[in-house]
C-alpha cells in the first residue's frame, strides 16, 4: 500500500516536471476532473496552510530580497510543531534553484542571486516534514513564483554629495561634472533622468541635462567667482515614478596668478647704467603646490619706455638713460600671465624712484643733501664754499613753507623748523649765488631721511566682520598697515583671542593678510592683530563673525523603515543624516523632533528609537517630521519627514463576534442545509490572519460540518434529524490562524416536524356506580410526541354499546346518556371504541365501562355541605381546575371556584374534605406533570372556598396513589340528576378552558427552564477552559449559582 501511494505522488510531480526521490510517507496532491491541483490530502497529520502558494517576484530583485513565507496549519494545540521543516524541489535541470532558497525552519523564501527573470514562472514543489512525529510526516504542495514588471525601487545616487572645482574662464556649454544614479528596476522603470531643482538666481548660469551632465551656460567671468549649490533630482520612469535627489557643490575659483604683492617700489640712481637690475616682481599659480606654473611677466605702461622686464624671472632693468628734466620717480604697470590662457592674467604696480648724485654737476648747478628728520632747529645742512669772491646768498622763489635759509654771506644752509619726512620727504629750491664777476645758480634738492618716530597705523581695522569661506587659507581681510617712516621693518602677530591658533597673520607688502588657518571651530573670533615696527606697536581689534551661510541638509526628504510590533522600548528604527558645509560651530548638527508618544530622536546621532511596545493592531503607520539644525545663531534649519511601517507579527488570537451561536435546523431533512455562519476575526494582518475554523467534537460529526474557510455550519447530508430523540445539540467550534486557536460555542436546535401520530394516554376502561344519574364518566386524553398536535382534535364513539354514551368531540369527555343500573355479571360490561381525528392522522382505542354497585349512593346524593380542610403545607404553583368529584350538586351553581396552590417538589400529601351530612372524610389527588404521571399532592387553600360546591367544580385532575382511583371512577359517582345535558356541557366547556390555560402555563415554564439550562452549560464550558488556558472568557450576564439554584 505505502509503494502504491509513492507511486502516485511521483506521478502528480511528474505531472508538473518535476522528479522527487523519498523514502517517507508523504501527502497526496489530488487533482480534480481538470486535472488542475486540488487540495492537498493528508496521508499524516501535517497539512501546509494552503492549497497552492503563490508569490511574485520583481524582475530586477537583489539577493535577499524576501519572497514570502510557507506556513503549517497548527489546530493542534497538545502536539510540538518545533521539529516542522520546510524543503524546495524542483527539477535537476532546472535553473529555479539557483535563485531562491527556502529557509528550513521559518518556511521564509528568498532571492540567493540576481536575475531571477531569466524565467518568466518559476515552479517549484514545497514539503514540510514533523521530525518530531514518530512517523516522520510530509505535507506537499505546488509552489509558483511569478516574475513581474515593476517599480520596486527608488533612483539611488552613487555618491552622497558632489564636489567640483572650476575655472571662471571656462568656454559655455563645458560640462563641470555629470551625476548618477543606479535604479535596480528593469527596462523604463529603471531608467534615470535628471532635473535642476533650483535654477534662479545666481544658478541660472547652470543647467543640467537629462543624462545628469551639469554645464555652465555662458561664461563665469570674474565677477562670478565663488561658491554655488545645486540640487539634481534623479527621476525613474516607473507609473508611477519615483524620485531622489543630491546636492552638488561646484567652487567657480579665480585661478589667475598672483602677485606676492599688490605694489613694489624700487631706487635707482640718476646714474645708472642702461641694462642695470633695478628689482623683481614675483608671482605664483593659483595653486600654490603647482611650483612648474608656466607663467610670464611684462610691462604693459611705462611711459617714456625708460625700463624693461624678463619674462620668466620678472627682473625689472633699465633700458634706456634716465631724462633728468622726467621727474623723481616713474610708474610702471606689471602684468603676470599664465602662458596659454587668454584670461589668467593680473597687474600690480611698480614705482621707481630717481636719486641724483651732485658729483655729476662740477659746476655745482645741483645739489643733493640728506639730512634725518628730527635735526634740531638751526642746524647747518650744507655750505656753499667758493673761492672767488661771493657777494651774497639768498634762495630764489623761496615758499612759506620752506625750512630752511641760506646765510646771505656766510653761504650756510640751516634749518628754520623742525622737519617730518612723514609730511614732506624731499625740498627742491634755487639758491642763487652772486658776485662782481660771478652769477650763478644751484637747484638743492634736500631728502629727509626717516627717523622712527611714528607708530605703525591700521588703514582700515574694522571692529566687526561677516566672513563666509571658511576653507583653510582663505582671506578674512587684509589689513593695510602704514607707518610715516621708512626705517624699521613692520612685523605682524595676532596678539590675543586666537582661539586654537585658528586664525593666521601672513605679512605682505602693504599690511598683513588675516586669513584662516585651521579648520574653524567657533563660530565667532575676537582678536587683536598687532603691527610692529620694532619700536611702537599697534593693535587692531577685529570681531570675525563666521556666517552660517549654510542650511543643514538631510541626505534624503524623505526616510521610510519597517519595524516589528513589540519590539522592546529603545529598538532603533532608523537613523537620519544631514550635513552643513558650514564648519565649527555653525556646521554642528543637531536634530530634533516634536512630541512623539511612541518614538524619539538622539539630538547628537540622529538615531529613532521606540519608547513604547508598538501595537500595529492600533496604528500600523507613523508619519511624524525630523528637524536638523545647526549651531548658528540664529539656527538654521532643514526638516525631513520620516514614516514608519509597523509590521505584524502573530500577536493575536482569533476571536469570535457574537457569542454564543444559536441556530435551528429542521428534522428529517436528508439534504445538507445552511444552519448557521460562525464568524471570527483576527486583528493581525492578512500574513496571519487566514482563519480556518473545525468542529471539536466528533461525536456530532456525522450529523454537522463546517467550511474551514468561511465558518458555514452544514447539516450533512444523507443524515436527518430526530427532535424526539435529540432536541437540541451544543457544538464546540474552533478558529486557528496557525498558531492560536480560539473556542466557541454553537447551540442548535432541531425544530419539529409532524412526523408522529397522535396516541391514546387516557385509560382503556371506566368504571361506574349504579344508580348515578347522567353524569361524566371520563375523559378522552391523547398526547403527541412532536411540539404541536398534527391539527385539530374530535372524537367520536363507534360499536354498538355507543348508545348509552355519548362524547364531547372537542373536550373528549365521555359522559352517560341515562342513569345506569346495576344489571347481573355478566350484563355490566359495554364495549366501545373512540375514534380520534387530528389533522392527517385518525387513530381507535376500545374502551370497557363497568356498572359497580353502589350501597352508599343514598347516603352520599342526600348530603348537602362540603367542607375543605387545609394541612398547611407550602407549596408554590398553581393548582388545575377541579374537574370531578363524588360530591351531590347544588341548584343555584353559576361559578367554578379554584384552588391556587405551588406543588412541592417532595412530600405528596392529601388534600382531605369532609361531607357534614355524613361525617365522612374524602381525599381529592392532583396531576403535577403530565397527564401520564399521577402523584399525591398535598394541596393547602389560600383562601376560603365556598362551602357548597358542585360536583363537577371540586375534582382534581388525576389519580389517587393511595386509592389508585381515576377521575373516570370519580366521575362515576356523581349525581347529576338535577342538571340538565346544557348545562352540563357549559360547565365542562368552562373546565376545559382553565385546563388548558395551566397547560399553556407550564409549557411556558419548562421552555425557561430550557434557555436557562442552555445558557448555563454554555458559561460552565467557558469558564472551565479559560481557568485551564489562563485567559478571559469574559463575564456571564448572570450569577451562576442564582442559576443553579433556580435550576
Known sequence: MLTFLFMIVHISLFTHGIAVSTSRQVDLVTQDGSGSEGTVSSISEIRLSSKRFNFTVPASAEPGYTVGRVTILQDDLSRDYSGVTFKLITKDDSLSKDYFYLEPKTGVIRVIKAGVDVMDTHLFIVTAVDSNSPTSPVALTVLTIYVVEGNFYSPV????????????EVDKGTTILTVRATDKDHGENGM???????????????????????????????????DYTLIIEGTDGGNPPKSSRTKVKIKVYDVRPRFLSTNYTFTISETEQVGSKIGVVAATSWQPSDEKANISYSIVFDEGNYFKINKSSGEISLARPLDSDFGS???????????????????????????????????????????????????????????????????LNSSVDLPFMVGKESGVVFTTSLLDKERTSIYLFKVQIEGESFYKTVDMRVLIRDVNDNKPVFENCQAKIQHQDTTVGAEVIRLIVTDADILGDLSYYIKSGNIGNVIKAIEYKNGVSIAIGKEIELRQYDIEVAASDGTFVSVCNISIDIVNRNTPLFDDWMYNALIHEEQPIGKQVLQVHATDDDVGENGLVTYSMNFNPYFDIDQSTGEIFTIVNLDREKLDRHTFNVTASDGGRPPRQSWATVTVLVLDINDNRPRFLNLPYFGEVQENSNTSVSIITVEAIDDDNHTFAGITYALRDDRFSIYFVIDKKTGEVKSRQGYSLDRELTPEFSLVVSASDGTYITMGSIHITVTDVDDNPPRFISPTQYKIQENGGIGVVGRVLLSDPDVEMSGPVSFRLTKPDSKFFSINTTT???????????????????????????????????????????????????????????????????????????????????????????????????????????????????????????????????????????????????????????????????????????????????????????????RVRQMERRVTNMKLRYWTQQIKIAEE????????????QDVRGDI
Open 192 to 226: 534615470v533622468t535628471y532635473t535642476l531643482l533650483n535654477p534662479l538666481h545666481r544658478n541660472n548660469i547652470f543647467r543640467c541635462k537629462r543624462n545628469g551632465e551639469i554645464a555652465n551656460k555662458k561664461v563665469f567671468g570674474v565677477d562670478r567667482i565663488g
Open 157 to 168: 545616487f552613487t555618491k552622497m554629495r558632489y564636489r567640483a572645482i572650476v575655472a571662471f
Open 329 to 395: 620717480s616713474y610708474r610702471l604697470v606689471v602684468r603676470v600671465q599664465e602662458i596659454g590662457f587668454a584670461l589668467r592674467t593680473k597687474d600690480t604696480i611698480v614705482t621707481v624712484g630717481v636719486i641724483y648724485d651732485p658729483a655729476q654737476n662740477p659746476t655745482n648747478s645741483f645739489t643733493n643733501i640728506s639730512i634725518p628728520e628730527d635735526i634740531p632747529i638751526d642746524s647747518q645742512i650744507y655750505k656753499f664754499d667758493y673761492n672767488m669772491e661771493v657777494l651774497s646768498y639768498s634762495i
Open 812 to 1002: 373528549g369527555v365521555l359522559s352517560t346518556k341515562r342513569n345506569m343500573r346495576y344489571r347481573s355479571k355478566n350484563k355490566n360490561v359495554y364495549r366501545l371504541e373512540v375514534v380520534a381525528t387530528c389533522g392527517r392522522y385518525t387513530i381507535r382505542q376500545p374502551l370497557l365501562t363497568y356498572i359497580i354497585r353502589n350501597e352508599t349512593s343514598e347516603t352520599a346524593t342526600s348530603a348537602k355541605a362540603l367542607t375543605l380542610r387545609n394541612k398547611n403545607v407550602s407549596l408554590k404553583t398553581t393548582v388545575y381546575p377541579i374537574t370531578s368529584a363524588s360530591l351531590p350538586l347544588k341548584d343555584d351553581v353559576t361559578e367554578i371556584p379554584a384552588l391556587t396552590y405551588t406543588p412541592p417538589l417532595v412530600s405528596p400529601a392529601s388534600l382531605e374534605y369532609t361531607n357534614t351530612t355524613t361525617a365522612t372524610t374524602q381525599m381529592f389527588i392532583d396531576m403535577q406533570t403530565t397527564p401520564a404521571a399521577y402523584q399525591e399532592t398535598d394541596v393547602p387553600v389560600t383562601e376560603p372556598l365556598m362551602e357548597n360546591i358542585t360536583s363537577t367544580s371540586a375534582a382534581l385532575l388525576g389519580l389517587n396513589t393511595r386509592n389508585k382511583t381515576s377521575i373516570p371512577d370519580a366521575m362515576s359517582h356523581c349525581s347529576c340528576d338535577s342538571y340538565s345535558d346544557e348545562e352540563r356541557e357549559l360547565t365542562m366547556k368552562i373546565l376545559q378552558v382553565k385546563l388548558e390555560t395551566q397547560e399553556t402555563e407550564l
Open 1029 to 1040: 488556558r489562563q485567559i478571559d472568557c469574559g463575564t456571564p450576564p448572570f450569577k451562576l
